[in-house]
């Protein structure tokens, strides 16, 4: 047996006047759960481009990124088979676009909540995490 497939994904939390947007999909049991844009990376992708196309994808906002925030791994289960996951996550601001979601069939909303609200809605450690660093920065509670 060769172990746990790899994968490796980049995405962006969107930080402006205290408050980060989170977007609503469905997790691999099909519920519906809050988190932050991400995905793949493409080959001959950088983690930074990746980012900014899943976040426009995922939100239609054009982003530029402020700062690496950290990079996030952890294992799950997926059809019964073990994956290893990375993920290189970035602080993003708003450069443009419409808000308009690219993949209307994955997302179901999106919403700007503040820290402490968005501490109540996400599931995922990571998310969680990211939070903790965005408090570290100096970002509004």
Not at 68 to 87: I, M, Q, T
Request: charged share 35%.
């Amino acid at each position: 047996m060769s172990g746990a497939k790899k994968e490796h994904s980049a995405g962006g939390v969107i930080l402006e006047d205290g408050r980060v947007l989170l977007i609503q999909m469905r997790n691999l049991k099909g519920e519906k759960v809050w988190t932050f844009p991400k995905g793949h990376i493409e080959p001959g992708e950088t983690a930074e481009a990746a980012a900014l196309r899943e976040v426009e994808e995922e939100t239609g906002w054009l982003c530029e990124i402020a700062a690496h925030l950290c990079r996030a791994e952890y294992s799950f289960e997926r059809d019964g088979e073990p994956v290893d996951k990375d993920v290189c996550w970035f602080l993003m601001e708003r450069a443009g676009g419409d808000g308009l979601p690219k993949t209307p069939d994955e997302i179901f909303d999106m919403k700007w909540t503040t820290l402490a609200e968005a501490e109540k809605e996400l599931l995922y450690p990571s998310d969680l995490e990211m939070l903790e660093l965005l408090r570290k920065r100096g970002a509004a509670a």
